[in-house]
């Protein structure tokens, strides 16, 4: 039973990027957990919320706004954004003044109203910096996902096209791996196959709810 809210386990997902939190989300819901991901709900404010793009814009110029966009508002450019604020501290640090107190608050919002539903025991959250914006207390169990480094290296540059020193960039701005494992309760290792990948979160999960219980 959550500590947090009654009769709900919620557990913090975290993990570099490109370790693979998307693919232990797509996991969660294949069984049946509802999945809320911190990175779908930024997409979705840089899309269409216009007073978090006017925010942006301010601060960071009209460099960043998306061209030939069909948005009525001004969409944010997620790659010319990124560009902007991973090679730069404080740049990073505004953006996320803006966009971290948002997430929070709709993440919160969703869980509240899965909570209501007393035929969901277990909500899964995808946080890509729960621990370095000191959110770990916010949910009764936090999971690390790791990967081997040149897997998730190789990932980076075919997933998301960056050169190898946008790769470094972009994992110099987040805690290490090792970091992030020796902060969670649980760790998971999503250097193998899929199945390997599936069978820690079964079992992970079958520990917090009996399958006979769901």
Known sequence: MGKLYHGLTT?????TIGAGKSTVGKILEDLGI?????DQIVHNLLAEDAEVQNLIVDRFGNSV??????????????????QVVFKNTQKRALLEEILHP??????????EQLANDPSVKLV???VPLLFEANLGDEYDETWTVITEPTVLKDRLKRRDHLSPSEVEGRLA????????????????DNSADLSQ???QVVDLIDRLIPRQAR
């Open 124 to 126: 899964a959250c995808l």
């Open 173 to 188: 701005s987040q805690w290490s791996q090792e970091k992030k494992a020796s902060l969670a309760d649980k760790v998971i």
């Open 11 to 15: 557990i913090g997902i975290t993990g």
């Open 34 to 38: 509802p999945v809320i991901d911190s």
């Open 102 to 111: 948002r997430v929070r608050s709709i993440s919160r919002q969703k869980i």
């Open 65 to 82: 706004v998306l061209q030939n966009s069909t948005s009525p508002t001004r969409a944010i450019d997620r790659k010319a954004l990124g």
């Open 197 to 199: 990948t599936r069978k």
